[in-house]
């Protein structure tokens, strides 16, 4: 469930580059049209200047021509009100019958702030009175009280700052009361995602937004688990096939090999005879072994060997395995060397302790099988850092080629290969070996000893 | 060792096979057993069984009326003798659940006669123990029904721990046995850690035992393996 933490950080991320990116914009754009504004605007420039055009003559005031053309260009009337009298001593020719031509203090302070007869109005010093400037009615907005308090203009700023904090925040907080429930709808969909792949049937809710999704998850896992049950069911029959042709088999060759046996020891049958009797039990052995063998591989292939786990000491195991081979080994043809550090005397693994003989077992059998005029054969445990242990199993015997050892490390077993098996055709000892070593979390490796012949190893997690 | 009187037991074959109770019985004249009678059912075995009085019953799992694990229940009830399996049923669980009803051996087919002939001696021995010869070593001989060694005239004790592991030893006569099987003779279920133990009480049996402890002919080490008891007096 990395996925999703992953997903909301991406999310976010977005949502705030937006955010700022929008402000960016709006400000930009409010920065323009403010611009563009400012030439046409400036109505108290136009007075401060129409002020300064008034000319004082003998038959009064008079504005210049220039001005007077410029402020009936945008059908301005004008009033000029000497300082002294607070009268109006000139005005233009377009002013409207209802602005006062006398003014007191009072008046001009308003007119200063606000209107004339809705007439917006903008006031220019002269050189000894006041000049009035009277705008279209609907040229001009003025506002009215332009006064704020010192502290608030003061802490605009942070004021301003702490305003968009704000309003991050609160987008955040929408977007996030938004967003989990749509994760929430999420979630289940991406743990049935990835229950999957472990063969976990997975029933989702199908509701929501994303009920659609969730119902083919259902179907999905449904055509899973049907094809999984398919397959389950097949295995099972071969390994009962196998287990069932290998029971039917042991009676018969109990009979084969018990008469043949005592053939073998019957003093009254000449030698030649006994020696063809000892040949059919040498090989109804190899058929017994053939037989245990086939139904352990394929048990074993298809998960159908139930393990007895345990914690064992693999040291007293396979001590038991070579003290049993050596204890057989009457001819002394295949000594076998106990290579173990003396002061190794404990290994505790989990592991099925029969299934750990019956590879050791296999190990030594095939250094056996392949060396007819006998080799000694060297066995260790070892155990490597606390955290995994080795069983080496090597002989000086005649080994094997580089091609063959690579065969044996690399090519899969004719009973686990599904490709044309027509030139595999060595025994099952080691697939087993491979197998239990599976079984156990483990690996097997083949390589030349170095004494000659042939060294595998197992590999065991501690 | 003389195991004779072993071949007079009463032995009861089960298998729902003529040919097989045929071969097996063939195995047992053969190696001289002279009381064994044979039955194919449930039935006719319980039958037998009340007149026979068998002391080793041989059973095979499937039979036509019923199993063989029930009929050694049965069987048991009676009268508690060794009971055997020989079965085509080779499978783990089989194997458990026989130990676990009480059978004191499972063989699996196909067997070679000199394996079936093993194990029956050996149950019979652990089953009906005749008594405890005086083994003879090389130097010395040892009476295990008293726990005594005799050397050169002189009795010497061995103490609990001694006779376990020098009777573990016997057992396996002139084969090894490993370190962890001594431990687990001495010491029981969870034998780890004990082999300077192991060691220390070796080297006393020696002392007990052989002429020369230092150099010792009967009881032999095997590096790092375990220990051997060669018997007789060479």
């Known amino acids: ?462 | 060792m003389d195991f004779d009187y072993l071949k007079q037991k009463r032995i009861l074959l089960v298998d729902d096979e003529q040919e097989l109770l045929d071969m097996v019985s063939s195995i047992f004249t053969n190696e001289g057993f002279c009381n064994v009678k044979t039955a194919k059912t449930v039935k006719e075995a319980l039958c037998i069984a009340e007149t026979f009085q068998p002391e080793l019953a041989i059973l095979d799992v499937m039979l036509p009326d019923g199993n063989g694990f029930d009929l050694m229940k049965q069987l048991k009830n009676k009268s508690d003798y060794p009971v055997l399996f020989l079965t085509a049923r080779g499978e783990d669980e089989d194997k458990f659940r026989g130990f676990g009803l009480g059978a004191d051996d499972y063989i699996v087919k196909p067997f070679l006669p000199k394996e079936l002939i093993y194990r029956v001696n050996a149950i019979l021995r652990r089953s009906y123990k005749g008594e405890n010869p005086i083994v003879k070593l090389s130097g010395s001989e040892i009476d295990f029904d008293r726990a005594e060694v005799i050397k050169n005239g002189e009795h010497i004790a061995l103490t609990a721990k001694e006779h376990d592991i020098l009777a573990a030893l016997y057992r396996n006569a002139g084969r090894i046995v490993t370190l962890d099987a001594l431990c687990e003779a001495a010491w029981g279920d969870n034998p780890y850690g004990y082999e300077n133990s192991l060691m220390a009480h070796i080297r006393r049996i020696r002392e007990k035992i052989e002429v020369n402890p230092s150099q010792p002919v009967s009881l032999i080490t095997i590096k790092g393996l375990g220990y051997k008891l060669i018997v007789g007096d060479k």
């Not at chain 1, 937006?18 to 914009?25: A, E, G, P, Q, R």
């Not at chain 1, 006041?130 to 308090?149: T, V």
């Not at chain 1, 749509?182 to 979630?187: D, F, H, T």
Request: charged share 20%; with cysteine.
């Open chain 1, 1 to 462: 469930m990395k996925s999703v933490p992953k997903l909301i950080k991406r999310f976010v991320g977005i949502l705030m580059l937006s955010s700022l990116l929008i402000l960016v914009i709006n400000f930009a754009v409010l920065a323009i049209i403010t611009a563009t504004q400012a030439p046409n605007g400036s109505p108290w420039t136009t007075a401060e200047q129409a002020a300064e055009s008034m000319e004082k003559s003998e038959q009064g005031y008079k504005m210049s021509d220039e001005m007077i053309e410029e402020l009936n260009a945008q059908n301005v009337w004008a009033v000029y009100i000497d300082n002294a009298t607070g009268e109006c001593v000139w005005h233009s020719d377009n002013l409207p019958d209802t602005v006062p031509l006398e003014y007191t203090a009072s008046d001009i302070a308003n007119t200063t702030r606000g209107y004339i007869d809705g007439y917006p109005t903008f006031t220019g010093e002269g050189e000894d009175g006041l000049i009035i400037l009277g705008y279209p009615r609907d040229s001009y907005w003025k506002h009215m009280w332009p006064s704020w308090d010192y502290q608030f203009i003061a802490n605009l700023p942070k004021t301003i700052l702490i305003v968009l904090a704000l309003n991050v925040l609160i987008i955040f907080l929408i977007y996030m009361a938004a967003n989990t429930k749509l994760l929430k709808s999420v979630k289940p969909i991406t743990d049935g995602i990835q229950a999957l792949h472990t063969g976990q049937p997975v029933v989702l809710k199908e509701k929501g937004v994303l009920s659609e999704i969730a119902a083919n998850i259902n179907q999905t896992s449904e055509v899973l688990q049907s094809q999984n049950y398919q397959l389950k069911k097949k295995e099972t029959a071969r390994a009962n096939w196998i287990a069932g042709v290998s029971h039917d088999i042991r009676t018969p060759l109990s009979m084969v090999m018990g008469y043949a046996s005592q053939l073998e020891s019957n003093k009254q049958l000449p030698e030649e005879e006994r020696q063809k009797a000892a040949v059919i039990v040498k090989q109804s052995q190899r058929m017994k072994n053939l037989i245990n063998d086939l139904n352990l591989a394929s048990k074993l292939e298809y998960n159908m060997q139930p393990t007895h786990i345990a914690q064992v000491n693999l040291i007293s195991v396979v001590r038991q395995v070579v003290v049993d081979f050596i204890n057989l080994d009457i001819s002394g043809k295949y000594p076998i060397e106990w290579l173990t550090d003396s002061n190794l005397n404990t290994v505790i693994i989990n592991a099925d302790k029969d299934l750990i003989k019956r590879a050791v077992s296999n190990l030594i059998q095939n250094s056996i099988n392949h060396n007819e005029n006998g080799c000694t054969i060297y066995v260790a445990v070892k155990e490597e850092h606390g955290k995994v242990c080795k069983i080496v199993v090597s002989d000086n015997g005649v080994g094997a080629t580089d091609e063959q050892i690579d065969k044996l490390n690399n090519s899969p077993h004719y009973m686990v290969c599904d490709e044309n098996t027509s030139e595999q055709r060595h025994g099952l000892g080691l697939l087993i070996v491979k197998q239990i070593a599976a079984a156990h979390k483990g690996t097997v490796e083949i390589r030349h000893s170095e004494y000659g012949g042939l060294e595998v190893e197992i590999c065991l997690p501690v």
